[in-house]
């Protein structure tokens, strides 16, 4: 039976028609097959690394991952040298997140994962996903970036959630279908587009009456959105996406994000973990202040 509503001959690609069951196969996920499974648990028995410091960060500079180290350094930056961390790689597309010690710290097998082994209890380690999670957990444990009085701390945490729960739809919604997936398919893009585009209004109108994102304090929130919408609007994240969401007519963000870029503990978190782009901007793994100075690609090419 011809099917009135969505005839197939219409779908992508022409003919197609969803199965009664749908099953995996190898490359279902197109470039990102790799990292990603329909099932959970570990793939490999792959032991972690564990430097000198007690904070473990094990994790890819990714959006999500670049929170994180920026908001160490930043924490660094403060005085907090209790902040100070081992930043170990994570390849997702080799499929490090699988393995069993990673798996051990963040069952959902997503970057980034921290291992506290100075909690304040002094008890066994602590073990953190999610980066909305670490953020809380890294800003209470020293005392930062988190405001005390309960309004200004409950708008940070607003707007820390609302990045968790809207930026899905520009990375995996719009970035996805824009930049990453096999086809390029118009009714996807123009559906994750304009909630991109809504989002970016959303900030827009928040920072064209307050100097971060929360108010007049630099919060986590502000170090979780920059990566993600901070860059989009400095046309910095997909190809050519900046010219085709016309993100610098977002003028507010557009100020906030090159006042942002231009913390140093932005630019040093910005490449911890880094495996792309100029070799200069890129350090694979941090366990040491002196490693930006020393340690990164470019540095190790000329060696």
Do not use: C
């Not at 996920?29 to 990292?35: E, N, R």
């Not at 890294?138 to 988190?146: D, I, P, S, T, W």
């Not at 880094?274 to 694979?284: A, F, N, Y």
Request: proline residues 7%; negative net charge; glycine residues 8%.
């Amino acid at each position: 039976m011809t099917d009135e509503k969505f005839p197939p001959e219409k779908n992508l690609p022409a003919g197609y028609q969803p199965p009664k069951v749908w099953t995996w196969e190898q490359g279902n996920g197109g470039q990102f097959a790799s990292i990603n499974r329909p099932t959970a648990g570990a793939q490999t028995e792959v032991e972690l690394k564990v430097g000198k410091h007690p904070l473990q960060l094990y994790s890819l500079a990714t959006p999500n991952g670049q929170k994180v180290t920026i908001l160490l350094e930043e924490l660094l930056a403060a005085g907090h040298s209790g902040a100070e961390y081992d930043a170990w790689l994570i390849n997702i597309g080799k499929g490090d997140q699988f393995g069993s010690g990673f798996v051990d710290i963040n069952p959902n097998s997503k970057i980034p994962a921290i291992a506290d082994h100075a909690p304040k209890d002094g008890g066994k380690p602590i073990r953190l996903f999610e980066s909305a999670s670490i953020m809380t957990y890294l800003a209470e444990k020293f005392g930062a970036f988190l405001p005390n009085d309960p309004r200004s701390r409950a708008e940070a945490l607003n707007w820390l959630f609302w990045q968790m729960g809207s930026a899905p739809f520009v990375g995996g919604g719009f970035g996805h279908f824009f930049t990453y997936a096999p086809v390029k398919i118009q009714y996807a893009i123009d559906r994750y587009a304009m909630e991109t585009k809504r989002q970016m209004d959303v900030l827009d109108r928040q920072l064209a009456e307050n100097e971060f994102v929360s108010g007049s304090d630099y919060t986590i929130a502000d170090m979780a959105i920059w990566p993600w919408y901070g860059r989009l609007a400095l046309d910095q994240s997909y190809p050519d996406a900046g010219t085709f969401l016309q993100t610098q007519d977002y003028a507010h963000v557009v100020r906030w994000a090159k006042q942002l870029a231009a913390r140093p503990a932005v630019q040093r978190g910005s490449i911890v973990n880094k495996t792309s782009g100029p070799l200069s901007e890129q350090l694979h793994e941090r366990h040491d202040a002196s490693d930006f100075d020393t340690k990164t690609q470019d540095k190790i090419a000329a060696a």
